[in-house]
């Protein structure tokens, strides 16, 4: 782990093409912080610091220019710290000492300790690349071994510092409601950019990743950064005049600083660093890889499912659920999903939550005798809820009043006609954890969809200690469920949910079996949203549905054909009506569900490249198998159809990526050669009813 002997304090972590190698310099100031030295493939330390600095800082202190790796504002007092520590004076500026280190034998693993004489607090910086994967995992504990308490002014988990000498180029995604995962980017050539949330959930407006790249290199070297954190975020990226740009990761605390009291620890949210010598595209490749093994035994291939969501909405009963499951298993559909309606109070969203009784009125004959009757077709059983929320007209609400946040004296922000259960309460997460394992275990049930439709808007409770971190406290009973949940029900597939994609995270990730990234089906929204769902997800969390939905903000008509190929790019579901589709439809359906289930497992475990995007002239991605010998293609006309057929055009060149330039590919019946396909590309004819392609080449 170390290079040298212990007093050079140098220690290089190796991933499966990459390294990390940091060090605790001996000047300035021996001791005082841990600063990166190197980060990019096997061999980049060998030679003097792309990151290091030590020229003059007039008016700024050397702290402020050095790659540190988790810095005070004793240490960045200028230029923006990681962590702020205020003590009950008032009083600021916690100064680190070197105190220790700890390294295993494989080059995976590094602890680092500093601690503060002044206040006592301790601080353990840990490192890990999982085996197999690029990706570096950065957490910090926090001690307080003082004799009084403090408080956390700001929490971050870690700065990641980036060599950008002609200039920053930013990757991000923005969105909102419907309109998520927007991919963006921004030059930045000196200055900061922020993205955040204050929600207590990741939100709608920004996911928490950012890619950093050098302007001269736009599909070279790129490095990027994501939080596994399920509440308020804040990435927050800032380039100096140097050339170096470092990126803070970390919590966001809006309602303010956070208590250590005497003898208290707090560990802070785990923050991952990956890296590719090829661009985004390649990023996307490291950030697949990491999150299959997050996912680890369970991932399987992901049941093909129907919602009755866009179906029904919430006039749910026995006999318009049994009438859309008959057709959904005819059609070749694996899992049956009740969405929202099924329980007693609820013919709309004025009420009903918190009541997680079926109805016995929508299930006259018994609900378990309606979920046999769904079985009994092939079918798994799935079911949708929302624990973490409560109708102001339901019966949990009139007996449990002060389990919502909530202000006293004020009145509470209603959003969906709903308020926000304090998960951080122990008797509230009992309740929710009680009401999901109940209905897990009393019913048959194979197939979860939790969601959350509203983030917080009050502060809630304060505590007889102190303000209480009640992100926090919410965020850590959630996972402690999932968890529990994960335990007692593995066979169970849990669907995260939040009004669509405002709940993706590398948390939700490691404990969710597959994400809805957003309730807009219509295709040609979807396939933006999708697209950029995919640089920072793999395919298996990407859960997609044919619907009849034209799209919210681009209502261009497009095929079954461009529906079906658009909701294969992961986790294939079906939400359209339908009892109303023809007998050609349905036809057409289920042999488009038959070529899914053929490609699936290599959708789920393939090497993924994204080939140009929504708003250019070609779209597609491919997935390769992890043999190289089996390549699937799926493409997808963005622009205006020739209806006619009259304008004169040549195919449209996909280029794929990856192959082996002297082996031949057969597709159909005809053949190419790797080169060809890589330099060249696939052609692709699109007409009036050709707006879509599915095509798999087998290497021969």
Same mark, same amino acid.
Not at 194 to 208: C, E, F, N, R
Not at 268 to 284: Q, R
Not at 430 to 455: A, C, M, Q
């Given at each position: 782990?170390?290079?040298?002997?212990?007093?050079?304090?140098?220690?290089?972590?190796?991933?499966?093409?990459?390294?990390?190698?940091?060090?605790?310099?001996?000047?300035?100031?021996?001791?005082?912080?841990?600063?990166?030295?190197?980060?990019?493939?096997?061999?980049?330390?060998?030679?003097? #610091?792309?990151v290091g600095y030590d020229g003059p800082t007039p008016f700024l202190t050397a702290g402020d220019a050095a790659p540190i790796e988790y810095a005070t504002d004793a240490n960045r007092p200028f230029t923006g710290p990681d962590l702020v520590v205020e003590t009950a004076t008032g009083d600021?500026?916690?100064?680190?000492?070197?105190?220790?280190?700890?390294?295993?034998?494989?080059?995976?693993?590094?602890?680092?300790?500093?601690?503060?004489?002044?206040?006592?607090?301790?601080?353990?910086?840990?490192?890990?690349?999982?085996?197999?994967?690029?990706?570096?995992?950065?957490?910090?504990?926090?001690?307080?071994?003082?004799?009084?308490?403090?408080?956390?002014?700001?929490?971050?988990?870690?700065?990641?510092?980036?060599?950008?000498?002609?200039?920053?180029?930013? *990757?991000?995604?923005?969105?909102?409601?419907?309109?998520?995962?927007?991919?963006?980017?921004?030059?930045?050539?000196?200055?900061?950019?922020?993205?955040? #949330?204050?929600?207590?959930?990741?939100?709608?407006?920004?996911?928490?990743?950012?890619?950093?790249?050098?302007?001269?290199?736009?599909?070279?070297?790129?490095?990027?950064?994501?939080?596994?954190?399920?509440?308020?975020?804040?990435?927050?990226?800032?380039?100096?005049?140097?050339?170096?740009?470092?990126?803070?990761?970390?919590?966001?605390?809006?309602?303010?600083?956070?208590? %250590?009291?005497?003898?208290?620890?707090?560990?802070?949210?785990?923050?991952?660093?990956?890296?590719?010598?090829?661009?985004?595209? @390649?990023?996307?490749?490291?950030?697949?890889?990491?999150?299959?093994?997050?996912?680890?035994?369970?991932? *399987?291939?992901?049941?093909?499912?129907?919602?009755?969501?866009?179906?029904?909405?919430?006039?749910?009963?026995?006999?318009?659920?049994?009438?859309?499951? $008959?057709?959904?298993? =005819?059609?070749?559909?694996?899992?049956?999903?009740?969405?929202?309606?099924?329980?007693?109070?609820?013919?709309?969203?004025?009420?009903?939550?918190?009541?997680?009784?079926?109805?016995?009125?929508?299930?006259?004959?018994?609900?378990?005798?309606?979920?046999?009757?769904?079985?009994?077709?092939?079918?798994?059983?799935?079911?949708?809820?929302?624990?973490?929320?409560?109708?102001?007209?339901?019966?949990?609400?009139?007996?449990?009043?002060?389990?919502?946040?909530?202000?006293?004296?004020?009145?509470?922000?209603?959003?969906?006609?709903?308020?926000?259960? =304090?998960?951080?309460?122990?008797?509230?997460?009992?309740?929710?954890?009680?009401?999901?394992?109940?209905?897990?275990?009393?019913?048959?049930?194979?197939?979860?969809?939790?969601?959350?439709?509203?983030?917080?808007?009050?502060?809630?409770?304060?505590?007889? @200690?102190?303000?209480?971190? %009640?992100?926090?406290?919410?965020?850590?009973? !959630?996972?402690?469920?999932?968890?529990?949940?994960?335990?007692?029900?593995?066979?169970?597939?849990?669907?995260?949910?939040?009004?669509? @994609?405002?709940?993706?995270?590398?948390?939700?990730?490691?404990? #969710?079996?597959?994400?809805?990234?957003? /309730?807009?089906?219509?295709?040609?929204?979807?396939?933006?949203?999708?697209?950029?769902?995919?640089?920072?997800?793999?395919?298996?969390?990407?859960?997609?549905?044919?619907?009849?939905?034209?799209? !919210?903000?681009?209502?261009?008509?497009?095929?079954?054909?461009?529906?079906?190929?658009?909701?294969?790019? @992961?986790?294939?579901?079906?939400?359209?009506?339908?009892?109303?589709?023809?007998?050609?439809?349905?036809?057409?359906?289920?042999?488009?569900?038959?070529?899914?289930?053929?490609?699936?497992?290599?959708?789920?475990?393939?090497?993924?490249?994204?080939?140009?995007?929504? /708003?250019? *002239?070609?779209?597609?991605?491919?997935?390769?198998?992890?043999?190289?010998?089996?390549?699937?293609?799926?493409?997808?006309?963005?622009?205006?159809?020739?209806?006619?057929?009259?304008?004169?055009?040549?195919?449209?060149? %996909?280029?794929?990526?990856?192959? =082996?330039?002297?082996?031949?590919? $057969?597709?159909?019946?005809?053949?190419?050669?790797? *080169?060809?396909?890589?330099?060249?590309?696939?052609?692709?004819?699109?007409?009036?009813?050709?707006?879509?392609?599915?095509?798999?080449?087998?290497?021969?």
């Amino acid at each position: 782990m170390s290079r040298g002997d212990q007093t050079r304090r140098v220690w290089t972590l190796r991933g499966a093409s990459t390294e990390y190698t940091v060090a605790v310099p001996e000047v300035p100031e021996h001791g005082r912080w841990l600063e990166l030295v190197a980060w990019g493939p096997h061999g980049v330390s060998d030679g003097p #610091s792309p990151v290091g600095y030590d020229g003059p800082t007039p008016f700024l202190t050397a702290g402020d220019a050095a790659p540190i790796e988790y810095a005070t504002d004793a240490n960045r007092p200028f230029t923006g710290p990681d962590l702020v520590v205020e003590t009950a004076t008032g009083d600021r500026r916690v100064s680190w000492r070197w105190s220790h280190t700890e390294a295993d034998a494989d080059q995976r693993q590094l602890t680092v300790g500093f601690a503060d004489p002044v206040t006592g607090l301790r601080a353990v910086i840990r490192y890990e690349i999982p085996a197999g994967t690029d990706v570096v995992r950065r957490w910090v504990e926090l001690t307080n071994d003082g004799p009084a308490p403090l408080r956390l002014v700001r929490a971050g988990s870690a700065g990641f510092c980036v060599p950008t000498p002609h200039g920053a180029r930013l *990757s991000y995604q923005w969105g909102q409601w419907a309109q998520e995962f927007q991919l963006d980017h921004v030059d930045l050539g000196h200055g900061g950019f922020t993205i955040g #949330s204050a929600q207590g959930v990741p939100g709608h407006l920004y996911v928490p990743w950012l890619a950093v790249r050098d302007n001269a290199e736009p599909d070279g070297p790129t490095w990027g950064m994501a939080l596994a954190w399920t509440g308020s975020w804040e990435i927050t990226a800032d380039r100096d005049t140097g050339g170096l740009t470092r990126v803070r990761v970390g919590r966001n605390l809006p309602d303010g600083p956070l208590d %250590l009291p005497a003898g208290a620890s707090l560990t802070l949210p785990v923050a991952a660093g990956a890296y590719s010598p090829d661009g985004l595209d @390649g990023l996307a490749r490291v950030w697949h890889t990491y999150q299959r093994q997050l996912a680890g035994e369970r991932l *399987s291939p992901r049941p093909v499912l129907y919602n009755s969501w866009e179906a029904t909405y919430f006039a749910v009963d026995a006999d318009n659920q049994l009438a859309l499951a $008959r057709i959904a298993a =005819d059609l070749g559909v694996e899992t049956f999903v009740v969405d929202d309606g099924w329980f007693v109070g609820r013919p709309d969203d004025h009420g009903g939550l918190g009541d997680w009784t079926p109805d016995p009125a929508k299930f006259p004959a018994g609900f378990d005798n309606f979920v046999k009757e769904v079985r009994a077709l092939g079918l798994n059983f799935g079911l949708w809820v929302e624990p973490e929320c409560v109708s102001p007209r339901s019966k949990l609400y009139a007996e449990h009043p002060d389990w919502v946040y909530a202000i006293d004296g004020r009145p509470i922000t209603p959003v969906r006609n709903q308020y926000l259960l =304090d998960l951080g309460r122990p008797e509230v997460a009992e309740f929710v954890h009680s009401t999901v394992d109940g209905l897990l275990r009393r019913h048959d049930i194979g197939y979860l969809k939790w969601d959350f439709n509203r983030p917080r808007t009050e502060p809630g409770r304060g505590g007889a @200690g102190g303000r209480v971190d %009640l992100d926090g406290a919410h965020v850590a009973n !959630l996972h402690r469920i999932y968890r529990d949940l994960r335990r007692d029900h593995p066979h169970v597939v849990i669907e995260a949910c939040a009004g669509g @994609g405002a709940r993706t995270d590398l948390a939700m990730a490691a404990l #969710s079996d597959v994400f809805w990234p957003s /309730d807009n089906t219509g295709p040609l929204d979807r396939l933006a949203i999708q697209y950029g769902f995919l640089h920072a997800n793999a395919p298996h969390l990407l859960s997609s549905w044919v619907t009849d939905s034209p799209g !919210l903000f681009d209502p261009r008509p497009r095929s079954l054909a461009f529906r079906f190929v658009l909701a294969m790019a @992961g986790v294939l579901g079906i939400g359209a009506d339908i009892r109303h589709w023809s007998p050609e439809q349905r036809t057409e359906a289920a042999a488009w569900i038959a070529r899914y289930k053929e490609i699936r497992e290599i959708v789920m475990h393939g090497t993924v490249h994204l080939i140009g995007g929504p /708003d250019q *002239s070609r779209c597609a991605v491919q997935y390769t198998s992890p043999d190289g010998g089996t390549v699937v293609v799926l493409a997808w006309h963005t622009g205006r159809l020739d209806g006619a057929g009259l304008l004169p055009s040549r195919p449209v060149r %996909l280029p794929l990526r990856g192959l =082996d330039p002297a082996a031949r590919y $057969r597709h159909d019946e005809r053949h190419y050669s790797g *080169s060809h396909l890589q330099s060249v590309g696939l052609p692709v004819h699109w007409t009036a009813t050709h707006d879509a392609e599915l095509a798999v080449l087998q290497r021969v």
